[in-house]
């Protein structure tokens, strides 16, 4: 128990996609321009990530790994598929982020309109990807772990992007040099608020 | 196919190749492909290696979707650029083990990344699926180019002022720079300053481009 709790801690605060990874760096750029929109694609990336990380630790475990496929026959022992990893995730995330646009299209088409094309976007958001290799090469013991770093990964994203929402929204009404305006203040934001983060280095519980 | 008219390098074609460099960079004036931008511009040495091996995928893929450009479906053609994608970058991450596995384990899951890096597919996406073969190639070795020089100026900076050294040489220490008391910033080898660069190379780009500031 209390090494989940680390790894849900480490992944949403120490390990942020945003700002220790810059993962997802053109999605948290480009949607985070209001913070209604922003809360929207946070929500997908949570769900995504927390569906994929548990799938692709499954199919890392029995299908891909030196000698996983065991389960099967005992002389695939020397089988090693871990080269077809790259191809294989993007496989499980893509039909995933299909299944979630469907979804939402179904239950919410006003947050459907409003996500609009950053939807089928989240297929090459490398937070997605990016989870799930991270997942491949810290090597989670269980599938326990796997979903609670995928879930805490997610939930890291959604602060980032809506706090830079948030922020956008306020810094229309100051008065930035026009060079830096929109893109290069967003930037300098971001890493001014990556060492904020910095901060929870070596929390442990 | 390549109209048969045009040169190889008429004025058109090289603006394919050229434009991507300064004004309609991938990296400060489209947004694409910022994560792995920051990411491994730790040093000079990965970020060269990344560099060539965006330019590798870039191109071939480029080349690749826009022969095949007329017989994608569209409904499918994300899941089919990412397997293109995909194979070749599964390609590179092999040789890179292969050659160069030192760099290779420092990129770690970069390497992979670059099947979600938003240059590539968004490069297909807005081009290559429109565009004839010759033409194709010549943007995606644009924008590699372009997305290059940025990875490649990020990571200059960020190890000069950082650990003092350029590919590894200890430049700082040779011109003899410590012993008159210079010190190395250490707050250039974190993450958050490559956010900060990136932030200063966009605002020199638009204060010398002006068409490009956003209102």
Not at chain 2, 148 to 161: D, P
């Given at each position: 128990m209390e090494e989940l709790v680390n790894i849900f801690i480490q992944s949403i605060f120490i390990d942020n996609m945003v700002f220790a990874y810059f993962l997802g760096m053109c999605s948290y750029l480009a949607v985070s321009k209001t913070v209604k929109t922003s809360v929207g694609m946070g929500f997908a990336v949570i769900f995504v990530l927390g569906f994929t990380v548990p799938i692709n630790f499954l199919l890392e475990k029995f299908?891909?790994?030196?000698?996983?496929?065991?389960?099967?026959?005992?002389?695939?022992?020397?089988?090693?598929?871990?080269?077809?990893s790259f191809i294989m995730f993007i496989a499980i995330i893509a039909s995933m982020v299909q299944l979630v646009e469907m979804i939402v299209e179904k239950i919410s088409p006003a947050l459907y309109g409003s996500l609009g094309i950053f939807l089928p976007l989240i297929a090459v958001n490398c937070a997605i990807l990016g989870g799930s290799l991270f997942m491949q090469e810290r090597a989670y013991n269980n599938i326990t772990e796997a979903t609670v770093f995928g879930l805490g990964s997610g939930i890291g994203w959604f602060l980032a992007i809506v706090a830079i929402a948030a922020i956008r929204e306020k810094i229309r009404y100051s008065h930035v040099p026009a060079p830096l305006r929109g893109l290069g203040i967003t930037f300098i934001i971001t890493g001014l608020m990556g060492i904020g983060f910095m901060s929870f280095m070596g929390i442990k519980l | 196919m390549r109209d048969k008219k045009e040169a190889l390098f008429s004025k058109k074609n090289r603006k394919l190749l050229i434009d991507p460099l300064n004004d309609n960079n991938p990296v400060t004036t489209q947004v694409l492909g910022i994560c792995s931008a920051l990411a491994i511009?730790?040093?000079?040495k990965p970020a060269v290696v990344m560099a060539i091996s965006v330019l590798v995928v870039m191109s071939v893929a480029n080349v690749v979707v826009s022969l095949m450009r007329n017989l994608i479906p569209s409904r499918i053609r994300i899941i089919v650029q990412l397997v293109v994608i995909a194979a070749l970058v599964i390609l590179v991450d092999q040789v890179l083990k292969a050659f160069v596995y030192d760099v290779s384990k420092e990129l770690s899951v970069f390497v992979g990344l670059i099947i979600t890096n938003c240059i590539i597919m968004g490069r297909l996406e807005a081009f290559a699926l429109g565009n004839g073969v010759w033409k194709s190639f010549l943007d995606g070795l644009g924008n590699a180019f372009g997305y290059g020089w940025i990875l490649i100026a990020v990571a200059f900076f960020r190890e000069l002022?950082?650990?003092?050294?350029l590919f590894g040489y200890p430049v700082i220490e040779k011109l003899g720079l410590y012993e008159i008391g210079y010190e190395n910033?250490?707050?250039?080898?974190?993450?958050p300053m490559a956010l900060v660069t990136v932030g200063i190379i966009i605002w020199i780009q638009r204060m010398k481009n002006r068409d490009l500031i956003e209102s």
């Amino acid at each position: 128990m209390e090494e989940l709790v680390n790894i849900f801690i480490q992944s949403i605060f120490i390990d942020n996609m945003v700002f220790a990874y810059f993962l997802g760096m053109c999605s948290y750029l480009a949607v985070s321009k209001t913070v209604k929109t922003s809360v929207g694609m946070g929500f997908a990336v949570i769900f995504v990530l927390g569906f994929t990380v548990p799938i692709n630790f499954l199919l890392e475990k029995f299908v891909l790994k030196s000698g996983a496929l065991t389960w099967i026959d005992d002389s695939f022992i020397d089988i090693d598929l871990s080269f077809l990893s790259f191809i294989m995730f993007i496989a499980i995330i893509a039909s995933m982020v299909q299944l979630v646009e469907m979804i939402v299209e179904k239950i919410s088409p006003a947050l459907y309109g409003s996500l609009g094309i950053f939807l089928p976007l989240i297929a090459v958001n490398c937070a997605i990807l990016g989870g799930s290799l991270f997942m491949q090469e810290r090597a989670y013991n269980n599938i326990t772990e796997a979903t609670v770093f995928g879930l805490g990964s997610g939930i890291g994203w959604f602060l980032a992007i809506v706090a830079i929402a948030a922020i956008r929204e306020k810094i229309r009404y100051s008065h930035v040099p026009a060079p830096l305006r929109g893109l290069g203040i967003t930037f300098i934001i971001t890493g001014l608020m990556g060492i904020g983060f910095m901060s929870f280095m070596g929390i442990k519980l | 196919m390549r109209d048969k008219k045009e040169a190889l390098f008429s004025k058109k074609n090289r603006k394919l190749l050229i434009d991507p460099l300064n004004d309609n960079n991938p990296v400060t004036t489209q947004v694409l492909g910022i994560c792995s931008a920051l990411a491994i511009t730790v040093q000079l040495k990965p970020a060269v290696v990344m560099a060539i091996s965006v330019l590798v995928v870039m191109s071939v893929a480029n080349v690749v979707v826009s022969l095949m450009r007329n017989l994608i479906p569209s409904r499918i053609r994300i899941i089919v650029q990412l397997v293109v994608i995909a194979a070749l970058v599964i390609l590179v991450d092999q040789v890179l083990k292969a050659f160069v596995y030192d760099v290779s384990k420092e990129l770690s899951v970069f390497v992979g990344l670059i099947i979600t890096n938003c240059i590539i597919m968004g490069r297909l996406e807005a081009f290559a699926l429109g565009n004839g073969v010759w033409k194709s190639f010549l943007d995606g070795l644009g924008n590699a180019f372009g997305y290059g020089w940025i990875l490649i100026a990020v990571a200059f900076f960020r190890e000069l002022l950082g650990a003092g050294t350029l590919f590894g040489y200890p430049v700082i220490e040779k011109l003899g720079l410590y012993e008159i008391g210079y010190e190395n910033n250490g707050m250039m080898i974190l993450p958050p300053m490559a956010l900060v660069t990136v932030g200063i190379i966009i605002w020199i780009q638009r204060m010398k481009n002006r068409d490009l500031i956003e209102s």
